[in-house]
Protein backbone atom coordinates (compact mmCIF):
# COMPACT_ATOMS: atom_id res chain seq x y z
CA UNK A 1 0.00 0.00 0.00
CA UNK A 2 1.45 3.21 -0.67
CA UNK A 3 0.48 6.83 0.02
CA UNK A 4 -1.50 7.59 -3.01
CA UNK A 5 -3.37 3.98 -3.52
CA UNK A 6 -4.39 4.79 0.15
CA UNK A 7 -5.59 8.17 -0.93
CA UNK A 8 -7.85 6.60 -3.36
CA UNK A 9 -8.97 4.13 -1.20
CA UNK A 10 -10.45 6.81 0.92
CA UNK A 11 -12.79 8.75 -1.45
CA UNK A 12 -13.36 5.40 -2.87
CA UNK A 13 -14.55 4.24 0.63
CA UNK A 14 -16.15 7.28 1.34
CA UNK A 15 -18.07 7.41 -1.84
CA UNK A 16 -19.47 3.39 -1.11
CA UNK A 17 -20.08 3.97 2.80
CA UNK A 18 -21.97 7.36 1.84
CA UNK A 19 -23.90 5.37 -1.07
CA UNK A 20 -25.02 2.53 0.98
CA UNK A 21 -26.22 4.56 3.58
CA UNK A 22 -28.22 6.32 0.83
CA UNK A 23 -29.35 3.22 -0.48
CA UNK A 24 -30.95 2.18 3.20
CA UNK A 25 -32.72 5.11 3.46
CA UNK A 26 -35.23 3.33 0.24
CA UNK A 27 -36.67 1.23 2.48
CA UNK A 28 -39.31 1.71 4.52
CA UNK A 29 -38.28 -0.89 7.44
CA UNK A 30 -36.37 0.88 10.38
CA UNK A 31 -33.83 -2.70 11.08
CA UNK A 32 -33.11 -2.89 7.45
CA UNK A 33 -32.17 1.12 7.07
CA UNK A 34 -30.35 0.51 10.52
CA UNK A 35 -28.63 -2.82 8.86
CA UNK A 36 -27.69 -0.02 5.88
CA UNK A 37 -26.55 2.71 8.10
CA UNK A 38 -24.12 0.03 10.05
CA UNK A 39 -22.47 -0.98 7.45
CA UNK A 40 -22.33 2.33 5.44
CA UNK A 41 -20.46 3.82 8.62
CA UNK A 42 -17.83 0.76 8.55
CA UNK A 43 -17.05 0.94 5.09
CA UNK A 44 -16.43 4.56 5.69
CA UNK A 45 -14.54 4.42 8.56
CA UNK A 46 -12.32 1.64 7.51
CA UNK A 47 -11.53 4.07 4.75
CA UNK A 48 -10.67 6.35 6.99
CA UNK A 49 -8.98 4.83 9.81
CA UNK A 50 -6.46 3.20 6.64
CA UNK A 51 -5.73 6.66 5.38
CA UNK A 52 -4.82 7.06 8.76
CA UNK A 53 -2.04 4.44 8.73
CA UNK A 54 -0.83 4.59 5.39
CA UNK A 55 -1.71 8.04 3.89
CA UNK A 56 1.56 9.26 4.94
CA UNK A 57 5.15 10.35 3.91
CA UNK A 58 7.26 7.49 2.79
CA UNK A 59 10.04 8.80 4.20
CA UNK A 60 9.31 10.14 8.24
CA UNK A 61 5.93 8.79 8.19
CA UNK A 62 4.59 12.09 8.45
CA UNK A 63 -0.01 11.98 7.89
CA UNK A 64 -0.62 13.40 5.11
CA UNK A 65 -4.23 13.51 6.58
CA UNK A 66 -2.73 16.98 7.87
CA UNK A 67 -2.48 18.36 4.15
CA UNK A 68 -5.35 19.98 2.72
CA UNK A 69 -6.51 19.59 -0.94
CA UNK A 70 -4.14 17.52 -3.15
CA UNK A 71 -1.33 15.17 -2.62
CA UNK A 72 1.56 17.61 -1.96
CA UNK A 73 4.69 17.56 -4.27
CA UNK A 74 7.08 16.91 -1.15
CA UNK A 75 6.24 16.59 2.41
CA UNK A 76 5.06 19.51 4.55
CA UNK A 77 7.30 18.12 7.63
CA UNK A 78 10.53 16.69 6.00
CA UNK A 79 10.47 18.58 2.59
CA UNK A 80 11.57 15.43 0.76
CA UNK A 81 10.00 14.89 -2.74
CA UNK A 82 6.39 12.66 -2.76
CA UNK A 83 7.02 9.62 -4.84
CA UNK A 84 4.62 6.51 -5.77
CA UNK A 85 6.87 3.90 -5.38
CA UNK A 86 7.83 2.67 -2.15
ZN1 LIG B 1 8.26 13.42 5.32
Known amino acids: ?3 RKSRN ?3 IGFAVGILIMALGL ?7 IGGFMVVGAIVF ?4 IQAFIFYT ?6 SLMNVR ?6 CPKC ?3 LKEDR
Open 69 to 74: GSVPEH
Open 79 to 81: GKE
Open 1 to 3: MNF
Open 45 to 48: FAAL
Open 9 to 11: LMW
Open 26 to 32: GYENEKI
Open 57 to 62: CPHCRY
